[in-house]
Nanobody, 124 residues
């Protein structure tokens, strides 16, 4: 089992940047594919980005491609999401998630562990 703790959320003006981090407990972090999702009130959880166990492969939602970058450090047990050129529509609670599946997915239901979420608010 793994526990995930996100940090780095906050309030930023449109066009600004934020960096989210997620720290995982345990010694087997490199066995998990990792993903970032986001959710706003009344909407389903939405895929943002994912990264393979080794970090060699990354995947992005079309809405964030070219603006967000996901990365991981398997020594420090962390996965990060660098968010640039933020837009008001990026406002959401952002969640870090881990999957035991070999191939990372864009589907929230295929992730096994979730963090508590961190709020990102982008003002116009």
């Amino acid at each position: 089992q793994v526990q995930l703790v996100e940090s780095g959320g906050g309030l930023v003006q449109a066009g600004g940047s934020l960096r989210l981090s997620c720290v995982a407990s345990g010694r087997t972090f490199s066995r998990y594919g990792m993903g970032w999702f986001r959710q706003t009130s009344g909407k389903e959880r939405e895929f943002v980005a994912a990264i393979s166990r080794s970090g060699d492969n990354t995947y992005y939602a079309d809405s964030v491609k070219g603006r967000f970058t996901i990365s991981r450090d398997n020594v420090k047990n962390t996965v990060s999401l660098q968010m640039n050129s933020l837009k008001p529509e990026d406002t959401a609670v952002y969640y870090c998630a881990a999957t035991t599946r070999v191939v990372v997915s864009t589907t929230p239901g295929l992730y096994d562990y979730w963090g508590q979420g961190t709020q990102v608010t982008v003002s116009s």
